[in-house]
């Protein structure tokens, strides 16, 4: 890698500062000490008993492992201590505040002589009353007598640790005309979905169940177009489907693997008749399962087809009239449909009756940067809604287990962003059949996770809510260490930075050891990064009360403040640690 010495750094464009700003001269950065110094030894393991909480309710709170003597726990939300307390067990309870739709952070800690402090465990608490607001996203994929209650438990478990709120239960119907296994008052014990993969419903409803007790939201997943080849038998028209020709002589259809029960049948979405008839199956589902939504599906583009009487359709207009005749019939169910490769995704959201975008990216939407470009445009149509991405990482890697930088470095970038990664659920997802679980978690992925979902939830203030980007200059004090402006570049410390409720808040991500700008990281090669030490920063800035840092990366998460310098216009600090992603927050 080129270096470039400390003068020859040129100032980013910045589109918010006046024009007469005497350039900063980066040569002047020294390096400073943290306002507080803090270590970590993370030996505790801290668990909720929920995934969110609703404003004043009871967040029971329990550890693993020996409580240290003088140890307190206390609850912040970014760098503000709302409430603290002394520790005398290994399980305790607070009280959620009553500010709605807020993350926070408890960490155990001690004070120690030599004024430092030793955090041993974090972590995060989201009160909201609303799931959708800030949606962390899972799955579940497999039904089988495998899927014992401890299993179904222990499953839950750690989604519930990564505080996921929702769970999507891919390919648990029976057909997908008719997805309930059984009738309603008589249901089947167990059945066969479409692959022949036996489906017992009391591991559903155990799922279920579950999740509820952690206040997950469970949203069972069809088509909003498919049909097996014995639909005509369950009152499915032929008049109803979707033709290749205007002659109606070949229906459309996916081609399904040899053994399996079907090929699958598209049919019009916005076919009233069509419509009527899947939301009666929905019903029956609703009536029989205690199912909280729909997570509705797409195939993407089809191209050119056409209904039973030769007119050719659009099928995204299609989809925003299967989706306001599906809520027209559940109002109080939560509606969720894929934007695959972004087809539809204007006339999805522009429904505003989903609770969120939900956006399947495949090769056209590769890069670290189409993440933002994609939310921004999808959020351009309806600003109300958050993003998820359906992102499989690895997907073409021969390894037994997920390459851990590629997957943190992609987390990293989803989240400083404020999109949510759906990657989490009985396995972790690399292919978009949900069931393949070639690939594996390591423990140190594992462990990772954790911590950047406990980020995710506990900062979701900073990441996630509305905010416009920042394209000020930042300048490196380290010639060894280039600055760069989103969207990445290799060889580059690169910045998204994001004025929030007025707070700077600046994400580095580490990209210099990088070997692609893809996020997909393909065949798991994604080297790891070197962590950056002591990084000297100048950034414009007036009138600066506090800064303060916090990484999934470093101490669990919690924040440190850091000293600072005022030079005119601009502020200097020095950023303690930097591995995948460091946030830093500059209070006005």
């Given at each position: 890698m080129k270096m470039y010495p400390i003068l020859m750094i040129i100032p980013l464009i910045c589109q918010s500062c006046s024009s007469d700003n005497v350039a900063f001269d980066s040569s002047h950065i020294e390096t400073l000490q943290p306002a507080v110094n803090i270590s970590s030894e993370l030996n505790l393991n801290l668990n909720t008993d929920k995934a969110l909480y609703k404003p004043g309710e009871t967040v029971t709170i329990t550890a693993s492992g020996k409580i240290p003597v003088g140890a307190k726990i206390r609850y912040r939300h970014g760098n503000d201590v709302v409430?603290?307390?002394?520790?005398?067990?290994n399980a305790w309870t607070w009280t959620a505040p009553s500010a709605n739709y807020t993350g926070y952070l408890a960490d155990v800690y001690t004070q120690n002589d030599d004024h430092t402090e030793t955090v041993y465990g974090t972590i995060a608490i989201d009160v909201s009353t609303d799931w959708a607001?800030?949606?962390?996203?899972?799955?579940?994929?497999?039904?089988?007598?495998?899927?014992?209650?401890?299993?179904?438990?222990?499953?839950?478990?750690?989604?519930?640790?990564?505080h996921i709120n929702g769970i999507q239960f891919y390919d648990?119907?029976?057909?997908?005309?008719?997805?309930?296994?059984?009738?309603?008052?008589?249901?089947?014990?167990?059945?066969?979905?479409?692959?022949?993969?036996?489906?017992?419903?009391?591991?559903?409803?155990?799922?279920i169940s579950t999740q509820h007790a952690y206040g997950m939201k469970a949203m069972f997943y069809n088509l909003?177009?498919?049909?097996?080849?014995?639909?005509?038998?369950?009152?499915?028209?032929?008049?109803?489907?979707?033709?290749?020709?205007?002659?109606?002589?070949?229906?459309?259809?996916?081609?399904?693997?040899?053994?399996?029960?079907?090929?699958?049948?598209?049919?019009?979405?916005?076919?009233?008749?069509w419509q009527n008839y899947i939301a009666d199956r929905n019903d029956d589902v609703y009536a029989s399962l205690d199912f909280d939504g729909?997570?509705?599906?797409?195939?993407?583009?089809?191209?050119?087809?056409?209904?039973?009487?030769?007119?050719?359709?659009?099928?995204?207009?299609?989809?925003?009239?299967f989706i306001k005749k599906m809520k027209t019939r559940q109002l109080n169910k939560s509606l969720v449909m894929n934007a695959v490769a972004n087809f539809g995704s204007q006339q999805i959201a522009e429904t505003g009756d989903v609770d969120f975008l939900y956006s399947e990216l495949w090769s056209g939407e590769s890069t670290f940067s189409d993440l933002l470009s994609i939310m921004k445009s999808n959020q351009s149509y309806n600003d109300s809604l958050a993003q998820v991405y359906a992102a499989y990482m690895n997907y073409?890697?021969?390894?037994?287990?997920?390459?851990?930088?590629?997957?943190?470095?992609?987390?990293?970038?989803?989240?400083?962003?404020?999109?949510?990664?759906?990657?989490?659920?009985?396995?972790?997802?690399?292919?978009?059949?949900?069931?393949?679980?070639?690939?594996?978690m390591s423990d140190v992925l594992k462990t990772a996770i954790i911590h950047y979902y406990d980020f995710f939830t506990a900062y979701e203030n900073f990441l996630r809510d509305k905010g416009n980007q920042n394209y000020d200059e930042i300048y490196s004090g380290n010639s060894n260490v280039i600055i760069n402006n989103w969207p990445p570049k290799l060889n580059t410390v690169t910045a998204y930075a994001k004025e929030v409720k007025g707070k700077e808040v600046i994400h580095l991500?580490?990209?210099?050891?990088?070997?692609?700008?893809?996020?997909?990281?393909?065949?798991?090669?994604?080297?790891?990064?070197?962590?950056?030490?002591?990084?000297?920063?100048?950034?414009?800035?007036?009138?600066?009360?506090?800064?303060?840092v916090a990484s999934p990366d470093n101490y669990g998460g919690a924040p440190q403040e850091l000293k600072f310098k005022q030079q005119g216009d601009y502020v200097t600090f020095t950023i303690p640690s930097l591995k995948y992603w460091t946030m830093v927050v500059i209070e006005k």
């Amino acid at each position: 890698m080129k270096m470039y010495p400390i003068l020859m750094i040129i100032p980013l464009i910045c589109q918010s500062c006046s024009s007469d700003n005497v350039a900063f001269d980066s040569s002047h950065i020294e390096t400073l000490q943290p306002a507080v110094n803090i270590s970590s030894e993370l030996n505790l393991n801290l668990n909720t008993d929920k995934a969110l909480y609703k404003p004043g309710e009871t967040v029971t709170i329990t550890a693993s492992g020996k409580i240290p003597v003088g140890a307190k726990i206390r609850y912040r939300h970014g760098n503000d201590v709302v409430t603290s307390d002394n520790l005398a067990g290994n399980a305790w309870t607070w009280t959620a505040p009553s500010a709605n739709y807020t993350g926070y952070l408890a960490d155990v800690y001690t004070q120690n002589d030599d004024h430092t402090e030793t955090v041993y465990g974090t972590i995060a608490i989201d009160v909201s009353t609303d799931w959708a607001k800030y949606p962390r996203y899972g799955f579940v994929a497999t039904y089988d007598g495998s899927k014992t209650h401890s299993v179904i438990q222990d499953d839950m478990s750690f989604l519930n640790r990564c505080h996921i709120n929702g769970i999507q239960f891919y390919d648990w119907h029976y057909k997908h005309q008719w997805p309930l296994g059984g009738t309603k008052g008589n249901l089947m014990d167990s059945y066969t979905d479409i692959a022949n993969r036996t489906i017992y419903t009391s591991v559903i409803k155990d799922y279920i169940s579950t999740q509820h007790a952690y206040g997950m939201k469970a949203m069972f997943y069809n088509l909003c177009y498919g049909a097996l080849d014995d639909a005509k038998q369950d009152g499915v028209s032929e008049k109803w489907h979707l033709y290749d020709d205007a002659g109606h002589a070949t229906m459309d259809k996916l081609s399904m693997p040899t053994g399996w029960k079907s090929d699958i049948y598209l049919m019009d979405a916005a076919n009233e008749n069509w419509q009527n008839y899947i939301a009666d199956r929905n019903d029956d589902v609703y009536a029989s399962l205690d199912f909280d939504g729909y997570h509705i599906d797409q195939v993407g583009d089809r191209g050119n087809v056409y209904d039973y009487y030769g007119s050719k359709l659009n099928l995204t207009d299609g989809f925003a009239s299967f989706i306001k005749k599906m809520k027209t019939r559940q109002l109080n169910k939560s509606l969720v449909m894929n934007a695959v490769a972004n087809f539809g995704s204007q006339q999805i959201a522009e429904t505003g009756d989903v609770d969120f975008l939900y956006s399947e990216l495949w090769s056209g939407e590769s890069t670290f940067s189409d993440l933002l470009s994609i939310m921004k445009s999808n959020q351009s149509y309806n600003d109300s809604l958050a993003q998820v991405y359906a992102a499989y990482m690895n997907y073409n890697s021969s390894k037994s287990e997920f390459n851990t930088p590629g997957v943190l470095l992609t987390d990293a970038v989803m989240f400083a962003i404020g999109a949510d990664h759906l990657e989490l659920g009985d396995h972790m997802l690399g292919n978009e059949y949900f069931p393949n679980s070639k690939l594996n978690m390591s423990d140190v992925l594992k462990t990772a996770i954790i911590h950047y979902y406990d980020f995710f939830t506990a900062y979701e203030n900073f990441l996630r809510d509305k905010g416009n980007q920042n394209y000020d200059e930042i300048y490196s004090g380290n010639s060894n260490v280039i600055i760069n402006n989103w969207p990445p570049k290799l060889n580059t410390v690169t910045a998204y930075a994001k004025e929030v409720k007025g707070k700077e808040v600046i994400h580095l991500l580490n990209f210099v050891k990088a070997n692609s700008l893809s996020w997909r990281d393909l065949d798991g090669s994604m080297p790891e990064p070197e962590t950056i030490t002591s990084l000297p920063l100048g950034v414009h800035a007036s009138s600066v009360k506090k800064i303060w840092v916090a990484s999934p990366d470093n101490y669990g998460g919690a924040p440190q403040e850091l000293k600072f310098k005022q030079q005119g216009d601009y502020v200097t600090f020095t950023i303690p640690s930097l591995k995948y992603w460091t946030m830093v927050v500059i209070e006005k």
